[in-house]
């Protein structure tokens, strides 16, 4: 069986590589393909041709919708191409139901399912229609789908998470993730960047991907702030902070399982604020 995992966002480049390091760990007939994966997972092939973007919110999907199309055409004619009898969509779910809609003649599973618990039921039942399989990391989520349909796999991140050690006694080191999309990342920094410059109370760790450490070196010389890369010490340093500040639902679900403190907040655009104040009391 040709099987492709599809990754559109850092948390499912992270989940996708997790998954697929797991697989290889057993003897298997099935041919393994990524698509929209960054960097290259042991010898399987990559097959996406075009940069991914990531996108968040209405007004940014709306703005790049033909981009969108253009993936989405991009996805089947490669998935075409290499004989795909599967395909596996990390996260992204807006996007697995987008592509499922135009091209239906493949086997479709998700991994991490939509939060049907906070927003609306109706993607649950989609899955239950249309997917082959739902692989969820939240328990909660069991009761919104076919059993035959359902399968918890937990948090993938839980495999490398290294468990805070030390008591709490005073922020010493602070941990901030300043998002993996652009529009996260450059907003999150121009409101911090006034803290980050006149900083001198904490040891602060910047914990981001490879294509912004330049950038922040630049524009933060600041000796009390360290960039922190993804990679394999990425687990061993969260293990280190006292605090942290994040804008991801995955960073949080890390930070938890390292029994890190922390604040999870998030800079919307006027237009998704304005959308998502009609769902908060």
Known sequence: MNIVFVSLEQSGHNISKNIIQEILKYKTNHKLFTFGQPKKVSNILEISKININSIMGISQILKNFLYLLKLRNHLFNQSKKHKADMIFFIDSFDFSKFFFKKYNNFKICQVVGPSVFIWRQGKAKF???NFQKIFSIFLIEKKYYKKSKYSYIGHPSSIKNITRKKKFKKITN???FLGSRDQEFFNNLNTLSDFLLTNIKYKIFLFTLPKYKKYLKNKLPNNNISVILNDNSY???????????????TVH???SLSKIPHLIFYRTSLLNYIFFKLFIN
């Open 253 to 255: 679900i890390e930070l």
């Open 235 to 249: 687990h061993k340093y969260i293990s280190k902070l006292d605090f942290a500040l994040a804008c991801s639902g």
């Open 174 to 176: 602070l941990g901030i």
């Open 127 to 129: 899955i239950n229609d």
